[in-house]
């Protein structure tokens, strides 16, 4: 398996453009997570999935995020209008079951607004 | 809510030496589990070793190792023989029955060679 794939690795935009970040989960995993990692406040969970269903997206900061899981090899996390203060490595991870597993992580995308 | 605690922001070792990093976590939930990532430079996050909450034996993993202490909260990871792959960021990682991954602030180390 390949792993949990997220892209674009790296993404610059400009302060008010839309950005859309994608992820592949595993296959057969029936969660997927949306972390979003500072310097400042580390990392911290945004939303999660079960069976592509949003289960808490408490961790979402703002209405100009929204997330999808349109079925269970796709996700989005997508940022309209992106700020500056939106700059931060957002990783997506992937689990099977409940409790005891540990979660697959994508490599993350480092996303920059200017 | 479930916190996690990680006291060390920065840590070194000698190559060869053992280093301990420190976690503490706060929950009311009995059973849980408990997990240590690593993330070096390239920012890959790697599962190192987990422990479940019910198990009184304490997780090992080749050169890695866990003292685990329920009643304290508590989940120290032990790198022996550390090497100079080990540096890297570490957190420390808590998961309920049905709650995600709530993580800790991390700990950098730094191995000296």
């Known amino acids: 398996d390949a792993g949990v794939i997220q892209s674009p690795r790296h993404e610059v935009t400009e302060m008010g453009q839309e950005v859309t970040l994608r992820c592949k989960p595993i296959?057969?995993?029936?969660?997927l997570f949306w972390y979003r990692q500072t310097m400042m406040r580390g990392l911290e969970l945004l939303i999660y999935f079960n069976n592509n269903v949003p289960i808490d997206d408490s961790g979402m900061p703002e209405d100009r995020f929204s997330a999808k899981m349109p079925n269970a090899s796709f996700s989005t996390l997508k940022i309209q209008p992106s700020e500056p203060r939106d700059s931060a490595v957002y990783f997506c991870a992937s689990s099977s079951g409940q409790g005891g597993y540990g979660y697959t992580f994508g490599s993350g995308t480092r996303l920059t607004v200017v | 809510a479930q916190t996690v605690t990680q006291s060390q922001p920065e840590m070194s070792v000698q190559e060869a030496e053992t280093v301990t990093l420190s976690c503490t976590y706060d929950?009311?939930?009995?059973?849980?589990?408990l997990f240590w990532y690593k993330q070096p430079p390239s920012r890959q996050m790697i599962l190192v070793i987990r422990?479940?909450?019910?198990?009184?034996q304490n997780a090992t993993e080749n050169r890695f190792s866990v003292n685990f202490q329920k009643a304290a909260k508590s989940f120290s990871l032990k790198i022996s023989d550390s090497q100079l792959g080990d540096a890297a960021m570490y957190f420390c990682?808590?998961?309920?029955?049905?709650?995600?991954?709530?993580f800790g602030k991390g700990t950098r180390l730094s191995v000296i060679a």
């Open positions: 296959s057969g995993h029936n969660s």
């Open positions: 422990q479940e909450a019910y198990k009184q």
């Open positions: 990682a808590y998961r309920g029955l049905r709650t995600p991954l709530v």
């Open positions: 929950t009311s939930e009995s059973d849980y589990y």
